[in-house]
């Protein structure tokens, strides 16, 4: 055992423990980066002026006019940069464009004395218009060839072979849509300079350290004379980890022009427009069987829709190939990923990180060929799940390839699933319009950054005279319960109550060039270093206690280390260990492990509408020696709903024609953007983490929960399949698209009676 992975065995963490911050949270007094803009005086406030094209050349712009608004104060453009117009890591993002890419895209702010007056100055900019073509959907990049960044390939063993000698040969597209955030607290930024000339930004960020990279350039200064501090996020899931720079630059370039502090706070409205979202992916498949059943060979075109510039699209196009094998064995892989740039948001990140896009090719594959193989869905994918020993189509050995057995198993004996099957098949014999399904899939996820440099963390822990201790780490608040876990592993780490520990909000010039918190690994990176950082000023108070002829307890030992002038604080540092990845070549170890989980989900289908209800879910997930299991069971469960949300409501729809609004995101608002509510959640929802789950090498044995859960929503997708396909004949293969709305499950119900289908929306397998 590591010793990283060690602790006391009266410890804090592993201690069900509600979020550090839930009574703030439910009664109101949580603040969060739009409530701090009242405790500043003079404060200046933002509204875009935003292109109503989604590609055009801004041929004239006149700001005059706005300023003759009441209470305008600035109109911020391009020729106000001091340093470079650009919010993007790549270069490829104009703060203020010349060249709009997108419909909805700010090409100026104005500050003004209230928002109302701001958006009335908004309104009175003048802005004419080149219009240009505008490529909206990824079926119509790729028929452009308009593709952006690298085109990485991802192969092992001998793919046509494996093809031309299988017994069974299937191929169809996959398509997945996108996905709107939709966090609670839209994004925000409010920056001031004090009287040094330090720019201070309050911004809902999840990478602050790059929030920070970007003010600097942007204003032409040096990343010291910037510091960015994020309080917390009413919600971020991978939305606030690219797209806050640019309108944290805003109100920086603002504060210093002006003077006074000035605050970028989105409207929904603006929010969805501005902002990016999930890629939508288009991909081409073909797969080998041998008569058993197992996979032979997988041959796919992953094609994502990136949006107007690159921003996250690379990494994410990396972990969908790493993640198309999911928990399953296929010899011989040849997978090719490309990036389509289509006039419409960046795309980003978004929990799961290409994760969910990349399995759901592999999941899409295997419920529409186990019918025509012959073979019911469970059995096709229990059959084919990894072994020990076995490894990944980039060369990573799958490590606790058990684990995903006994998350199955365990799943159907607590779930009595096989009982189950038998009601359900009793049902659907004497029910004519509507349909139930069980259906069972399984998750293998891979925990660090892509990005191997990304995979460190830093911590700066004080303890003072009186014996409190005060925690600042790099990681950010988003609702995730972070903080808390943060809080326990200190008071484990230096053996103190946990009410001695108290956390500080997340600052660069606190500690400097964090990661974003993102890729799951918030608690393993920060966790790390927090913890290293208590071990040292530990090890400190031991030789001070070696001293003493008996044990002290804890204040009298700070207070006789600190007149021993012993230091009491320490700045901690974590690297994760053992990983090495070549991006060019697609191999290596980029993952420090795996975390696997388990889902049955029963579904009821309606024949005539295609509405659906969940009737049960089963979830057994694998997080190690859980940090704060009621933490744990709580990102298990949201994560759940939010996959389900993806891939059976959650439909962002743009404006495909040739009129004068073809790139509007028509879905902008909540009333036209459905989101799973109570009503969607499933009647009876059953969810357990692994136990004797320890993982050697993570911090006290635990493994990483964010992200992973959310792919166990493929099983409700894959039960609509199947009850969908209960109205048809027995064997008959049905197509789903994603999301699988009622409409989708009404056309793939006519699918399995023999009806007709819209075309392209539901790709036939071809045998």
């Known amino acids: 055992m590591s010793a990283v992975a060690q602790g006391p065995e009266d410890q804090v963490v592993g201690q069900p423990l509600p979020h550090e911050s839930a009574a703030l949270h439910v009664t109101g007094r949580a603040l969060y980066t739009e409530d701090l803009g009242s405790r500043m005086p003079g404060l200046l406030h933002a ?73 009335l100055g908004a309104l009175a900019v003048e802005v004419e218009y080149e219009v240009l073509p505008a490529v909206v959907s990824v079926e119509e990049a790729i028929e452009a060839g308009s593709f952006q960044g690298g085109a990485p390939r991802l192969e092992r063993g001998d793919v046509e072979s494996g093809l031309t000698q299988a017994a069974h040969v299937f191929s169809g597209v996959t398509i997945s849509a996108g996905q709107e955030h939709f966090y609670l607290e839209t994004h925000c930024s409010i920056a001031h300079v004090d009287e040094s000339g330090q720019v201070f930004v309050q911004s809902s960020t999840q990478h602050p350290s790059e929030t920070q990279d970007i003010v600097a350039h942007v204003l032409g200064r040096a990343t010291h004379a910037v510091t960015v501090q994020c309080l917390r996020m009413g919600g971020g899931f991978g939305g606030k980890e690219m797209q806050p720079h640019g309108f944290a630059a805003v109100a920086a370039l603002g504060a210093v022009i002006t ?71 296929i010899p011989n892989v040849r997978v090719d990923g490309r990036i389509a740039r289509t006039h419409k948001t960046s795309q980003t990140a978004f929990r799961g990180f290409g994760g969910p896009q990349g399995m759901l090719v592999i999941e899409d594959i295997l419920g529409r060929c186990a019918p025509l193989l012959g073979i019911d869905p469970l059995s096709l994918r229990r059959r084919n799940v990894y072994r020990e020993g076995q490894s990944t189509p980039y060369g990573q050995v799958v490590r606790h390839a058990e684990r995903i057995v006994t998350c199955w ?43 191997t440099a990304f995979n460190q963390a830093g911590a700066l822990v004080h303890v003072y005279k009186d014996g409190s201790v005060l925690v600042n780490h790099g990681g950010t608040e988003m609702g995730q319960g972070l903080h808390t876990k943060m809080l326990q592993i200190a008071a484990t780490a230096l053996d103190v109550p946990l009410d001695l520990v108290r956390l500080a909000p997340t600052r660069t010039d606190k500690v400097p060039n ?47 280390a600190y007149a021993d002038r012993v ?34 989900a029963e579904v009821e289908v309606d024949g005539f509408t295609g509405s659906h209800r969940v009737l049960r879910v089963d979830v057994v997930h694998d997080v190690g020696d859980s940090l704060s299991p009621l933490i744990d069971l709580g990102q298990v469960e949201g994560a759940f709903v939010q996959g389900a949300g993806w891939l059976t409501l959650e439909d962002l729809r743009w404006d495909e024609s040739d009129g004068p609004s073809r790139g509007r995101l028509a879905t902008n608002t909540a009333s036209t953007y459905k989101l799973p509510s109570f009503s969607e959640m499933p009647e009876e929802f059953n969810v357990t983490l692994l136990e004797r789950a320890h993982e050697d090498g993570a911090v006290y044995g635990s493994k990483a929960v964010g992200e992973p859960p959310l792919m166990l929503a493929f099983s409700v997708r894959e039960a609509l399949r199947q009850a969908a396909a209960a109205f048809g004949p027995p064997g008959v293969s049905v197509g789903l698209a994603t999301p ?17 289908v819209p075309p392209g929306l539901h790709p036939v397998v071809e045998g």
């Open 567 to 600: 230091q009491l604080w320490a700045a901690g540092f974590y690297r994760t260990e053992g990983l090495h990845w070549d991006a060019a070549a697609m191999q290596g170890s980029p993952f420090k492990y795996f975390s696997y989980g388990v889902a049955a």
């Open 259 to 329: 003077g006074r502090p000035v605050r970028v706070r989105l409207t929904r409205g603006q929010d969805m427009t501005m902002t990016g979202k999930r890629h939508g992916f288009h991909t081409r498949w073909r797969v080998a069987f041998d008569d058993d059943g197992h996979l032979l060979a997988l041959e796919a075109t992953l094609t994502s829709d990136g949006g107007w510039c690159l921003d996250l699209s690379e990494p994410v196009m990396a972990r969908a190939l790493c993640h198309v094998d999911n928990v399953y064995w």
């Open 47 to 119: 509204h875009p002026v935003q292109a109503p094209h989604a590609h055009a050349l801004v041929t004239r712009l006149d700001a005059e006019p706005a300023l003759s608004v009441p209470g305008v104060v600035r109109v911020l453009t391009a020729a106000d940069v001091p340093g470079i117009n650009d919010a993007g890591a790549k270069g490829d993002e104009p703060l203020f464009p010349d060249e709009v890419m997108f419909h909805g895209q700010s090409v100026c702010w104005v500050l003004a004395e209230t928002p109302e007056a701001a958006r």
């Open 740 to 756: 699988a709305t009622p409409e989708a499950v009404f056309w793939a119900v006519e699918h399995a009676r023999g009806g007709g």
């Open 514 to 560: 964090t990661s974003a918190t993102a890729a799951s690994s918030g608690a393993d990176l920060n966790g790390g270093a927090v913890l290293d950082a208590c071990v040292q000023i530990r090890e400190r108070l031991r030789a001070v206690e070696a001293a003493h002829a008996e044990p002290l307890p804890w204040a009298d030992l700070v207070a006789v």
């Open 409 to 451: 198993e365990q799943v159907l004996s607590s779930g009595d699933v096989a009982r189950r099957l038998e009601q359900v098949a009793q049902y659907n014999a004497s029910h004519e319009h509507s349909k139930r399904a069980i259906a069972v899939t399984p998750v293998k996820f891979g925990i660090s950054f892509n990005f």
